[in-house]
């Protein structure tokens, strides 16, 4: 299984960005999707998670994003979205999708519990 983030880039305080996470390989609509992020000296975040279809498909956010950011899938395209609007400095970060089977719902929020990682897209944010 291999992931593919892109989309990241330079925006300003209130601009909006959207990431897109391709996903190869594997039986994509098998897997929780999420993205996390980590800021300079900093650790690994959780920023959203969508499920397997066998979950639900309903999608959690880490409460700093939540009302701001969006994370969608599209299974025929094998692709999970991460739509970020009023982005603030603080949300600037290297951004990673990450792919899991299995996973259940009280352990979303834990980077061990994905198996499969993109390489990251970097969002800096200006004031």
């Known amino acids: 299984v291999q992931l593919q983030a892109s989309g990241g880039g330079s925006a300003q305080a209130g601009d909006s960005l959207t990431l897109s996470c391709a996903v190869s390989g594997g039986t994509f609509s098998g897997y929780d999707v999420g993205w996390f992020r980590q800021a300079p000296g900093k650790e690994r975040e959780f920023v959203a998670n969508?499920?397997?279809?066998?979950?639900?498909?309903?999608?959690y956010y880490a409460d700093f994003v939540r009302g701001r950011f969006t994370i969608s899938r599209d299974n025929a395209k094998t692709t999970v979205y991460l739509q970020m609007n009023s982005l603030k400095p603080e949300d600037a970060a290297v951004y990673y999708c990450?792919?899991?089977?299995?996973?259940?719902?009280?352990?979303?929020?834990?980077?061990?519990?994905?198996?499969?990682w993109g390489q990251g897209t970097q969002v800096t944010v200006s004031s």
């Open positions: 990450a792919a899991g089977g299995g996973i259940i719902l009280s352990s979303i929020r834990i980077p061990r519990q994905y198996a499969y």
């Open positions: 969508i499920r397997r279809s066998g979950g639900g498909g309903r999608s």
